[in-house]
Nanobody
Framework: QVQLVESGGGLVQAGGPLRLSCAAS????????MGWFRQAPGNQREFVAT?????????SYADSVKGRFTISRDNAKNTVYLQMNSLKPEDTAVYYC????????????????WGQGTQVTVSS
């Protein structure tokens, strides 16, 4: 059974940093492409960042987070991270970790596995 468990969410002031983690089990993590999505109240789930299985060849970001967020992975720890800097109130959302076999995709429908989400709240 595949499990993705996010952690690291919380309340932070605008301009501050936060790092999310997603621990994976039950899948061959070293060959899985991983992504982060987010969903704010009343909005659809949106793409944030993705990283390819080997972590080097392909990383993509939503325009709204480019230059502020960094996705990375540690295949030895079966964990993917999202380092978020210079946070803005509009970054407030539930953040979801996702995994799948599709390479470097920004479409949520291409991901096979999802975590339960972690709340990030940015105060102004």
């Amino acid at each position: 059974q595949v499990q993705l468990v996010e952690s690291g969410g919380g309340l932070v002031q605008a301009g501050g940093p936060l790092r999310l983690s997603c621990a994976a089990s039950g899948l061959l993590f070293s060959t899985a492409n991983m992504g982060w999505f987010r969903q704010a109240p009343g909005n659809q789930r949106e793409f944030v960042a993705t990283i390819s299985w080997n972590g080097r060849r392909s990383m993509s970001y939503a325009d709204s987070v480019k230059g502020r967020f960094t996705i990375s992975r540690d295949n030895a720890k079966n964990t993917v991270y999202l380092q978020m800097n210079s946070l803005k109130p509009e970054d407030t959302a539930v953040y979801y970790c996702a995994g799948g076999s599709s390479y470097s995709t920004i479409r949520s429908s291409d991901y096979d596995y999802w975590g339960q989400g972690t709340q990030v709240t940015v105060s102004s």
